[in-house]
Structures are given as structure tokens and as C-alpha cells.
């Protein structure tokens, strides 16, 4: 039962260090969201990914990759760490509208437990 | 540029009366609204939802009501329980693009016995 799994939980970097954030769902979910959790900013979305193989640009996407090689899987690269990129990052999984299979519930993102990630 | 606001940081109430989590928005494109519950050190979990075409919904001690005129919905929790404390998460997308789905700062609930 495990749902949206990421890995680390935690992390320091040192500025200008790259990192990787993987992300896994076992839900077989069309649809996978990186997202960041500043104070007072709620959620804000970085990339997302509405299948395999592909990759769009959220609301804050400077700093960041993604890729999507397998469908389970997302991954969130940071390349040259900075400060401003220290925050709870929050993945997600979900369906698409389309693919309604009844009730409004159906239609939710589920999250992952979170990576807090310090750049020094 | 935040279309989805909650203006208030903090609630506190008493354990067995009412709680209401308000949120605001501002693109008028949003046609479903969700709301979601968040505990220390765990991800977000989605708690209710709402479509723009109704203007109410009740799950159990959850009501979420939607006034569109006004692009305000409120979240009320009648009895509020201990185990509601919790940071309460609005957010809104629309029905043709839930990619992006866009939310508020949160709201801390803490109910006191």
C-alpha cells in the first residue's frame, strides 16, 4: 500500500551541488507533479508530467529538470544548487479528468511524504 | 502572483464547535476546488472537493460551499475533533487542465480540548 514513495526524506547541499529527487507511485497514475513548499506560499508547482516519456513547466520551473522515463517514476533534478532553492518538495500523482471513474474523489492528487532539502 | 489566497495564517477553536477555513481566487477559469488536510512531516491528503456547477458538498462533518459571484469557498468542520489540527490546504484547477493546480498559503487549524 505504499502510494507516492520519494527518496530522500532529507538533504543538505552545498551551494552548487546537484542532486536528484526520485519520486515513485505504484498507482499507475497517467499524471506526476513536483512540487515546492515555501512559508507562507502553500504548494507551488515546479514541472509536471502528463504521461511517459514526457514534460511540462509549472509555475516555477527556473532551476529545475525533470525527467519521466518510466511511468511509476519522476525525477527532479537540481543542477547547481542555490539558497533560494532550500524548501519541502512535495511529489504527486494523479488522474487525469478524463479518465473519470466516478465520484469527485476520484479525481485527487495523491502526495508523497515530502523531501526537505537545505542548500547551504 | 497568487490566485488561490487564504487569508488567514492561524484558527484555533474549541474541541465540538464549528470550524471554517475561508479561500479566495481570483481566475475566474477555476472550476474545481479542493481541499486538503496536511500533518507535521507528512504529505498532503485530500480531504473534499467541489465542481463549480454546485455550490455544496458534505462529506461526514465536512462542507465545503462555493459562492462563485463572489470567487470565495469556505471549508466547515461541525463537531471540530482534537484530531482536525492540522495545516488545511484550498486549492483550484480546472476540469480541462488539472496539471496545474494552483494553491493557497494553508491554514493552520488547532482545536483545543
Known amino acids: 500500500n505504499a502510494g507516492v514513495t520519494q527518496t530522500p526524506k532529507f538533504r543538505v547541499l552545498k551551494t552548487g551541488q546537484s542532486m536528484t529527487l526520485l519520486c515513485a507511485q505504484d498507482m499507475n497514475h497517467e499524471y506526476m507533479y513536483w512540487y515546492r513548499q515555501d512559508p507562507g506560499m502553500g504548494l507551488r508547482l515546479i514541472h509536471y508530467s502528463v504521461g511517459e516519456g514526457t514534460t511540462a513547466k509549472g509555475e516555477v520551473p527556473d532551476g529545475y529538470n525533470v525527467s519521466r522515463l518510466k511511468k511509476q517514476n519522476f525525477l527532479l533534478g537540481l543542477e547547481s544548487a542555490a539558497p533560494s532553492q532550500t524548501s519541502v518538495y512535495f511529489c504527486a500523482s494523479s488522474w487525469p479528468f478524463g479518465l473519470w471513474t466516478g465520484g469527485l474523489g476520484e479525481t485527487e492528487a495523491f502526495f508523497g511524504q515530502g523531501t526537505r532539502l537545505t542548500v547551504v | 502572483d497568487q490566485q488561490v489566497k487564504q487569508n488567514s495564517p492561524s484558527l484555533s477553536v474549541q474541541e465540538g464547535r464549528i470550524s471554517i477555513l475561508n479561500c479566495d481566487y481570483t481566475n475566474s477559469m477555476f472550476d474545481y476546488f479542493l481541499w486538503y488536510k496536511k500533518y507535521p512531516a507528512e504529505g498532503p491528503t485530500f480531504l473534499i472537493s467541489?465542481?463549480?456547477?454546485?455550490d455544496k458538498n458534505e462529506d461526514g462533518r465536512f462542507t465545503v460551499f462555493l459562492n462563485k459571484s463572489a470567487k470565495h469557498l469556505s471549508l466547515h468542520i461541525v463537531p471540530s475533533q482534537p484530531g482536525d489540527s492540522a495545516v488545511y490546504f484550498c486549492?483550484?484547477?480546472?476540469?480541462?487542465?488539472?496539471?496545474?493546480?494552483?494553491f493557497g498559503a494553508g491554514t493552520r487549524l488547532t482545536v483545543k480540548p
Open positions: 486549492a483550484a484547477t480546472t476540469r480541462y487542465n488539472n496539471n496545474d493546480m494552483r
Open positions: 467541489i465542481s463549480s456547477i454546485k
